[in-house]
């Protein structure tokens, strides 16, 4: 990465290589006899090929949504390959078994699997395209119960539990994004931890878009039983491509009585080009269910990268006390576009949400917040409080907020507030009074801008978003 | 009255449009047939339309509207209690029709003045040539459909022209009145406040009765440089009525627009105003204030559009949800490009007094230059059990306390109302309505 002393916005994809690795690759197209195909190759059983079959008819009656804020050229579904994994003849043991190119790009990315799994107590479950190729640490996690793995071998191991779950947080119908993902999805985590049970160590998955053209169709379950307490870590990085790339995701969430999940996600895929060419689409559903009393739901975001983003972590607080909470950063520059923010449904009574939301838009981005907060009838005593705030560099792009706030209690606080401003030309000049020249100053003040956020952070993604950000905004300003 | 939906129901509507008499003016002549025209092309909205999501007018189609026929023979007696007691220049339309008896013209009390009041029809050739240009020329009724149909039955109306240089001291009052059911009437008005002027209006929409009847209404007003309006709007329509209102305004170069409107009546109320921040160093204050109950429904739509360096704009919507009432507010703040160094604040603030009252509120930031200071905040909420508790310290009841801080949380946008009348006879409104036992 020979550009690394040049302008860093100018500086090409740092992750940006393609692994090469003999793909199985399934042809292009989307019709039933594909969705038999992926659910063929992963033997799957009957509920599961049925789910998939409903959720295709679902879609095919749906319409595209065109409500948010970002433009994009029509996606061809029969242009895209829905089933991509890598070729391997038996399955591996211990990680010397790996493929070691395999290895050799995780190194590149800066996540070397042992050591992180042994220095930082972080197991790492790789997603390498669609297929779990790698799983440490699981023994240890199995001992005390709980259950971590991909959701195509839990839908072997564990049918049951993926059965009573799968589907009930973001219906097959939901939406567009979510109902392509039901009839097509690939891979992704299951996670399951019993009652009374606190899991030790962050849990955490690498996904990565790799064989060109295939769309990545995640889907994760994560479902906390009561008393339980898991803190859950996703990051992100694809490789350079030229074509856009669909990522339409699902996670669903499940928090029972007096349970506790966090979702922490730090996003850098590919973005495009300074020009605006190429880069990820990314289509995500996210709803956690905080069902039963004085459970908890955590969104942690950190949204760099991706041309598009169009995501709306969710919590749908049903039990009483129950909490929900989302913090996210989203940064744009170029020709980035991101829609992103988040739904607060207040059902049962005395029910808490907060929502920080930081946006940042350079170049010719355009950053939009978009949130709701419906407080039910039901949700007597219900608590709110919003904010989002903006911060604009450079007179090309933009930042738009569209809060949508229904209450339908008068017991309910609901409490909104957003701000936009740029970094002045004062605070630079004290920076600089001060010996601090005007890229770190901005470093620092943007820094400062997104700490509510980074706090929420598990400490190694703290440090690695802090990376990120000046990454990505440095040369923008100035 | 039949009961008829869609496209059908809006041709309807326009029943009798085709009897209006040619005005002298071209243009608004060419207006209203276009207006006809988008009538026919566009549908009714519904709550599938992001601009009416939660607002269903679906009771409204239902119901079929013509214009008045036979004028309601009004007596000054009749409708006295209206008047302002500051306002000597009063245009007065009953169901929509200008009712000369009732109204003083400014031309009745000083010859020599160079500002015109008055209504549409009678107006003079040189007026005319004034309005061309502005009439129709701000409210966009190609997707508004009725903007449209308000447009359609472009008649009569009231027209203000200040010129420039000119203060006017007194209010000018703009009373609207309405009297039969089942009528639907199109009032317009058009004020041009020529550069360095200064003038009050008050556009007022009362009704005699409670009845049914729709009031759809447009209004105008155009800010020359420096010019100053301050324009207070008062919908106290029958709590059966349906109203929808439209307003545009548009700002030049350093002017001021001050806005109070007060949603009252109705039992659908859907008030949209566009202000658009046209040159450098414009200055906007919009205020409002909802006051609803049973099963009322009100709902504002503003959009201030920052086009242009150096502008100013600040906002208070608040609303009072009783019963079953439902409040809606959609406040768009958009900065464009160019519109460095704006500055402008918006805040939304909901009291809501019963578990069955809702309220959907929106507050919206477009912003598209870096160097700004915008910020939005919206609350709902009922009252703060920490005041109501410091004021029981002091001695008074609950209930006393309660009614109290619901009328103060009222007061706050009626004190801003610059006509002393106008403002003792709301307080008192407020008052009457924010008192339970």
């Known amino acids: ?478 | 009255m039949s009961v008829v939906t869609g496209d059908s129901y809006l041709k309807s509507l326009l029943q009798g449009q085709s009897q209006l008499s040619a005005s002298p003016l071209e243009r608004l002549n060419r207006l209203r047939a276009n207006a006809v025209d988008r009538v026919s092309a566009l549908r009714m909205p519904t709550i599938r339309d992001e601009e009416w999501r939660f607002t269903d007018i679906s009771p409204l189609t239902k119901l079929s509207f013509q214009p008045i026929r036979i004028v309601s023979p009004l007596q000054v007696s009749d409708v006295e209690h209206f008047y302002l007691a500051e306002s000597v220049t009063r245009l007065v339309f009953v169901d929509g029709v200008y009712a000369p008896h009732l109204s003083t013209q400014l031309s009745d009390i000083s010859k020599d003045s160079s500002v015109v009041v008055s209504n549409l029809s009678a107006a003079t050739s040189e007026d005319l040539a004034t309005i061309e240009p502005h009439l129709g020329h701000h409210t966009e009724f190609q997707d508004n459909v009725f903007a449209a149909l308000n447009t359609a039955f472009l008649h009569e109306g009231a027209f203000i022209i200040v010129p420039r240089n000119i203060s006017v001291e007194m209010p000018v009052h703009l009373l609207f009145i309405a009297t039969q059911k089942e009528v639907a009437s199109y009032p317009r008005c058009l004020l041009i406040a020529g550069s360095g002027s200064t003038v009050t209006v008050l556009e007022d929409y009362v009704s005699l009765q409670e009845e049914t009847y729709v009031t759809n209404t447009v209004a105008e007003i155009v800010l020359a440089d420096n010019a100053i309006v301050n324009h207070i709007r008062i919908q106290r329509d029958s709590n059966q009525a349906f109203h929808i209102a439209n307003c545009a305004v548009s700002l030049a170069r350093a002017s001021r627009y001050q806005s109070i409107s007060v949603a009252l009546g109705a039992r659908i109320s859907r008030y949209n105003l566009n202000v658009l921040l046209a040159d450098e160093g414009a200055e906007c204050t919009v205020d409002g204030l909802a006051l609803i109950s049973n099963r009322q429904l009100a709902d504002t739509h503003t959009c201030i559009d920052h086009t242009k360096p150096h502008c100013t704009s600040r906002q208070l919507h608040k609303c009072i949800v009783d019963d079953a009432a439902h409040a809606v507010f959609n406040g768009k703040i958009m900065v464009r490009p160019d519109a460095q160094f704006t500055d402008s604040s918006q805040s939304n603030r909901n009291l809501l007094l019963t578990s069955k009252a809702r309220v959907d509120t929106k507050p919206q930031l477009e912003i598209f230059a870096d160097d700004v200071k915008c910020a939005h905040g919206a609350t709902v909420g009922q009252l703060d059990n920490e005041e109501i508790f410091y004021l029981k310290s002091r001695g008074l009841s609950e209930i006393t306390a309660r009614n109290l801080l619901t009328y103060a949380f009222g007061a706050e946008i009626i004190d801003r109302i610059p006509i002393a009348s106008l403002k003792f006879q709301l307080e008192q409104t407020v008052l009457e309505q924010t008192q339970k036992s």
């Open chain 1, 1 to 478: 990465m020979s550009a690394a002393i040049q302008n860093i916005v100018n500086q090409p994809y740092k992750h940006g290589f393609v692994t090469e690795i003999e793909s199985d690759v399934a042809p292009k197209g989307l019709n039933e006899d594909t969705i038999r195909l992926i659910s063929t190759k992963k033997n799957e059983p009957e509920w599961l090929l049925n789910f998939r079959l409903k959720a295709y008819q679902h879609w095919l009656k749906m319409e595209e949504p065109k409500w948010s804020n970002v433009k994009y050229q029509k996606i061809d579904f029969q242009a895209i390959s829905y089933y991509s994994a890598p070729k391997s003849k038996k399955k591996l043991a211990s990680m010397d078994e790996v493929d070691p190119e395999l290895l050799r790009t995780f190194e590149k990315l800066g996540v070397p699997m042992q050591e992180r799994a042994a220095l930082a107590g972080v197991a790492v479950d790789v997603i390498f395209d669609s297929v779990s190729v790698a799983t440490t640490y699981k023994e240890k996690l199995a001992e005390i119960g709980i259950i971590f793995c991909s959701i195509s071998e839990a839908v072997h191991t564990h049918p049951e539990l993926v059965k009573q779950y799968l589907g009930t947080v973001v219906p097959i119908g939901d939406n567009y994004y979510a109902a392509l993902n039901s009839a097509v999805f690939t891979d992704g985590s299951f996670c399951f931890i019993p009652k009374g049970v606190k899991c030790p160590m962050d849990l955490s998955t690498y996904f990565r878009i790799n064989t060109q053209d295939s769309g990545q169709f995640e889907r994760t379950l994560i479902i906390a039983e009561e008393e339980a307490t898991v803190s859950y870590l996703e990051g992100c990085t694809a490789p350079k491509f030229d074509t856009n790339q669909l990522h339409a995701a699902v996670v669903e969430l499940i928090a029972h009585d007096n349970a506790n999940i966090k979702y922490s996600t730090v996003q850098n895929w590919y973005a495009g080009d300074e020009n605006g060419v190429g880069g990820i689409y990314n289509f995500v559903t996210k709803r956690g269910l905080a069902k039963g009393k004085n459970s908890r739901i955590s969104w942690t975001q950190v949204e760099t990268g991706s041309a598009i983003t169009w995501k709306y972590p969710s919590c749908v607080l049903q039990g009483d006390n129950s909490v929900g909470e989302f913090y996210s950063v989203a940064v744009t520059n170029n020709y980035q576009q991101a829609d992103t923010g988040t739904k607060m449904i207040h059902i049962g009574k005395n029910t808490r949400s907060t929502i920080v939301s930081k946006g940042i838009s350079a170049g010719h981005s355009t950053n939009s917040y978009r949130g709701l907060v419906r407080i039910a009838p039901t949700a007597a005593g219900a608590r709110n409080f919003s904010q989002c705030d903006s911060l604009l560099i450079g007179n090309q792009c933009s930042a738009n907020t569209f809060p949508y706030i229904q209450v339908r209690n008068n017991s309910a606080k609901v409490e909104h507030e957003a701000s936009t401003s740029k970094i002045g030309e004062n605070q630079l000049f004290y920076f600089a009074q001060r010996g601090i020249g005007n890229e770190e100053a901005v470093s620092m003040i943007i820094n400062g801008f997104c700490k509510d956020v980074f706090q929420q952070l598990p400490m190694e993604f703290a440090v690695e978003a802090t990376n990120l950000l000046g990454l990505k905004l440095e040369g923008s300003v100035g």
